[in-house]
C-alpha cells in the first residue's frame, strides 16, 4: 500500500487549499484512513478462515466496502471522547453527518487511486468483479513519499498556520511524479532487457525490480538493478512439482483449491507454483509464491516469520477432506 501519511496528508490538505470546514476536512482525512483500518480485522481470519478476504488491502479497499469503512471511521471518530482527543491534538472536529459522509468516502477514493499504483494493487470492483488493480509503478511503501508527507503532517498539526496548503499538495505531487517517473524508466528498460513477456514489479530498493518470466513450466525469479544494468538469477520454480505417481492428483488439488485460505493466497500472490507427493494415504501440497519466497532469503529471521504466510504453506489432503497443515496466514 501507499504509507499511511501520504493517504492523510492528500485529502487532508485537499480540504484545507479548497477552504472547507472543519468538518468536512476532518471526513477527508479520516477517509484516507478508513481501508486502512483493515488490519483490526485479520486477526478474524485468523480464527476463523473464511472467504471474505479479512485481510490487508482486501474488502476495505473497494469502491463498494469502502463506503461502509468510510461510515464505520467517521462514526467512531465523532463520539464523545474521541472526537474530543482528535479535536484537541490533531485540530479537526469529526462529526457524523450526510454531508461529512460524502467528504469521508472522497478521502477513501483518494486512497485507493494511491493504492492502485502500488504493487499488486486493490480489489477495486470486488465483489462484482475479482481482479486485482495495479499499475504496478511503487512498492508498497516509498521513502522519499513517506517522508515528505511525514514532514507535512508534524506541521500541519503542529502549526498549522504556517503551512500552505496548495504548496504542500504540490510538494507531494512532485515527490510523488519524480519518484513515478524513474520507476517508470527503470520498468521499461528492464521489460527490453529481458522481455515484453516478462512481468516486472517495483521492489522496496528504488532502483530495483522483480522480473518474474515463464519458459516451458518453469517460473524464474529474477532481480534487475537499474544503476548497474545487472540482471541477476534468484531462483527457478517449476509450475507443478510432482514426485508421486499423479493418479488423485487432480482430485487433491480441486479440494485444496476449495479452501478459503487457498483462495486468498492465489488472489494476493504475484504468482503460485505448487509442489505435490503423495503420502501415508494423502496428498501433501506445498503453495508457493516464487517472488515472496525470493525476497524472503535475505529477510532477518523476525521478518521472516512476519512474511511467513505470504511466502508459502501446505496442506494434506486424504479423504475426508483437505486442510492447512501450517501457514496460511495473511496479512
Sequence with gaps: RMDLFTHVALPLLFGRWLKRSGEEVAALA???????????????NWIHPNFFLLVHRGVTHTLFFGFFAALLTLGLASTGPVRSWI???????????????????AGVLVHLALDSLTTKGILLLYPFDAAMWSAEIF?????????????ILVIEVKRQDFVNPRKMILLILL???????????????????LGDDSRVFPAFNL??????????????VYSYDALSGKVLLGGDFPKMN???????????????ENLPQVRTFRLRAYDVVVSAAFRDGGWDLAYRDPVMTVRNKDRSLPLKGFFSGLVSF?????EGGAKVRNGGYHI
Excluded: C, N
Aim: glycine share 8%; hydrophobic share 50%; net charge negative.
Design 30 to 44: 479520516l477517509g484516507g484512513l478508513a481501508p486502512d483500518l483493515d488490519i483490526f480485522l485479520i486477526p478474524i
Design 87 to 105: 479535536s484537541q491534538h490533531l485540530g479537526l472536529d469529526p462529526r457524523f453527518t450526510r454531508r461529512a459522509i460524502l467528504f469521508a468516502y
Design 139 to 151: 512498492f508498497y511503501t516509498e521513502a522519499p513519499l513517506l517522508l515528505a508527507s511525514l514532514g
Design 175 to 193: 515527490f510523488l511524479a519524480l519518484t513515478g517517473s524513474v520507476r517508470l524508466a527503470e520498468k521499461d528498460r528492464a521489460e527490453e532487457i
Design 207 to 220: 532502483f530495483e525490480w522483480t522480473v518474474l518470466d515463464e519458459d516451458d513450466g518453469v517460473v524464474s
Design 242 to 256: 510432482v514426485s508421486s505417481p499423479e493418479e488423485g492428483l487432480k482430485a487433491a488439488l480441486d479440494m485444496a
Design 314 to 318: 501446505d496442506v494434506r489432503v486424504e
